[in-house]
């Protein structure tokens, strides 16, 4: 008798406790769904964009801008506060993805095509348009933490399970430099865009933050601001067939480079 009656509260906390976690579920795939249809109707953008991550103890700064437009079109320029400031242009038109360092006047391209080409299973690696945010995360993978209020916007805060936030080779915004124990990530309640992404490491502690503010939206952006022609004397690297090896690798568990990699070819 006394082990039934040792069941019997244990048996309600079970009744109640499955119907709000069902509720809890429901209520944040709601959100979501909410927040990418707002996204959805944003067709083009300008954002700042504010990076901090922690280095070897020390904080490395890094700010610019950024713009995107449908089909597939971005831009990026950023200046990392380090050797005198340190600045990287991003381009993104159709297939091709240019990273441009003018200090060491070095460009590099990736054919993403080529990439999509050799992991057809692996989808929105490219994507560059952070409207796409939330739809690049598998729904099991987003908890609804809470909406809050940050510097006087209205903002959802979900916690992300860090195996499913797989960052890849060709979007800047989504090169991290370890894998985080967790993540934050904040999106604007009015727009569903990403106010700012948070990364923690061992112990709690932040190593990361993205944050993305003064939108503006469904502006008129020229064709031509997305395109990149190396400047004379520029050194070019094709980056597509060491993207493709080091992707592999990281499906293979691999994180350590080997003997034999094959090395970028220079572009004629």
């Known amino acids: 008798m006394k082990f039934v009656k040792g069941c019997i509260p244990l048996l309600f906390l079970i009744l109640f406790t499955l119907p709000a976690t069902a509720q809890d579920q429901a ?93 057809p299973e692996q989808k929105g690696f490219e994507e560059s348009d952070l409207t796409k945010t939330l739809q690049d995360i598998p729904e099991n993978a987003l908890t609804l933490d809470k909406k809050e209020k940050v510097d006087g916007n209205e903002v959802y805060v979900f916690q992300v399970a860090p195996e499913e936030f797989q960052p890849d080779m060709v979007s800047p915004q989504k090169k991290f430099p370890m894998m985080p124990e967790r993540i934050e990530m904040l999106i604007y309640a009015d727009t569903g865009l990403p106010y700012e992404i948070r990364m923690y490491g061992k112990n709690n502690q932040l190593f990361m933050q993205q944050k993305y503010t003064n939108y503006k939206l469904n502006v008129s952006l020229p064709d031509s601001e997305f395109q990149f022609t190396p400047p004379e004397g520029a050194q070019v690297m094709d980056m597509t067939e060491a993207t493709i090896n080091m992707m592999k690798r990281m499906q293979e568990g691999e994180t350590q480079e080997q003997p034999g990699t094959t090395q970028p070819a220079p572009t004629q």
């Open 27 to 119: 209520k944040t795939k709601q959100i979501i769904e909410e927040l990418t249809q707002k996204a959805n109707k944003v067709k083009s953008f300008t954002v700042d964009v504010n990076m901090q991550t922690s280095v070897m103890g020390e904080k490395v700064e890094t700010k610019g801008t950024m713009a995107a437009k449908e089909p597939g079109k971005m831009r990026m320029s950023t200046t990392t506060e380090m050797m005198g400031g340190m600045k990287q242009e991003v381009y993104k038109s159709g297939d091709i993805v240019w990273s441009y360092m003018p200090l060491m006047n070095m460009a590099t391209k990736i054919n993403v095509a080529k990439v999509r080409e050799a992991f």
